[in-house]
């Protein structure tokens, strides 16, 4: 027994009487149904090669536009958080004082928080970047990066929002911010990536979730010692400090000129 194929959406083509909002709908419905065909289950062989390659060249287009962006921190939280209220403040202020240390501000490259960490960052100049990701509806770019890229699956995004990294600002932010939150813990906890500091912002929002992994501390379902992955704090300066001793020091980074050695997969410097 087989597993059928997924359907085939009909084509819409640009002809005289069809608009750009049909074809963007077209658009849209034919991404979220690959995207569905995905992760539906087996397919045929051949369309898993395809998809393979896809893959592939997700990461390909990652590797030739942010080789050379880094160090980088990456800033995770919610596209919803309007502009002017206080978690996105936060936000602009904290990747202001990344920028000052140096950092290259690394985002999902949306808007709301993300926004505010490009711009932050921006604004002072310092080094933005943004790696958005395509949807069935759309997610436009900020207009605080430097430089961008658009991922096909969430799984290549949240890799090279890792990546390239040596610490990760967690701000207020829903499922999917939760996601990169605690991908990111788990890759530490498990020695798959170095220690690198997490700091979590917006005491407010976030106390019952610190008060629920203290829970699973006391339960036995993480280390006792995991808890202390996260800096908890609504202070820029003391979350400042700690990525200075944690990732600056840690790991001896310094400001030197960026590199303009050979491109191998068409890389490009960032210049600021």
Request: charged share 25%; glycine share 10%.
């Given at each position: ?28 419905y ?14 045929s ?80 100049g ?8 395509e949807?069935?509806?759309?997610q ?35 499922a ?11 890759l530490?906890?498990?020695g798959?990536?170095r ?20 829970k ?44 303009k ?6 890389e ?5």
């Amino acid at each position: 027994m087989t597993a059928p194929e997924s359907p085939e959406c009909p084509k819409v083509t640009p002809q005289h009487g069809v608009d750009d909002v049909a074809i963007a709908e077209q658009e849209r419905y034919e991404l979220e149904l690959a995207e569905r065909g995905f992760l539906s289950g087996p397919r045929s062989r051949l369309r898993d090669l395809s998809t393979l390659f896809t893959v592939a060249w997700d990461f390909i287009k990652a590797f030739r536009v942010l080789h050379f962006v880094g160090p980088c921190v990456t800033i995770f939280g919610s596209a919803r958080v309007p502009e002017g209220t206080t978690y996105y403040e936060l936000t602009r202020k904290m990747s202001a004082r990344l920028a000052k240390m140096g950092f290259t501000v690394m985002t999902g490259g949306g808007p709301g928080i993300m926004e505010a960490g490009n711009r932050g960052a921006f604004e002072n100049g310092g080094r933005s970047i943004g790696v958005n990701i395509e949807l069935p509806f759309e997610q436009k770019g900020n207009p605080y990066v430097d430089r961008e890229v658009t991922m096909k699956y969430f799984f290549t995004r949240k890799t090279v929002l890792v990546k390239y990294s040596y610490g990760f600002v967690v701000m207020p932010g829903g499922a999917g911010t939760l996601d990169e939150m605690f991908e990111t813990m788990t890759l530490i906890q498990t020695g798959k990536v170095r220690n690198f500091p997490i700091v979590l912002m917006g005491k407010e929002y976030w106390q019952p979730l610190m008060d629920f992994i203290y829970k699973m501390a006391d339960e036995g379902m993480i280390s006792p010692d995991d808890p202390d992955l996260i800096f908890f704090t609504d202070d820029v300066e003391d979350a400042a400090a700690h990525i200075e001793r944690h990732a600056v020091r840690q790991f001896g980074l310094r400001k030197r000129p960026l590199p303009k050695g050979m491109s191998v997969l068409g890389e490009k410097s960032l210049v600021k």
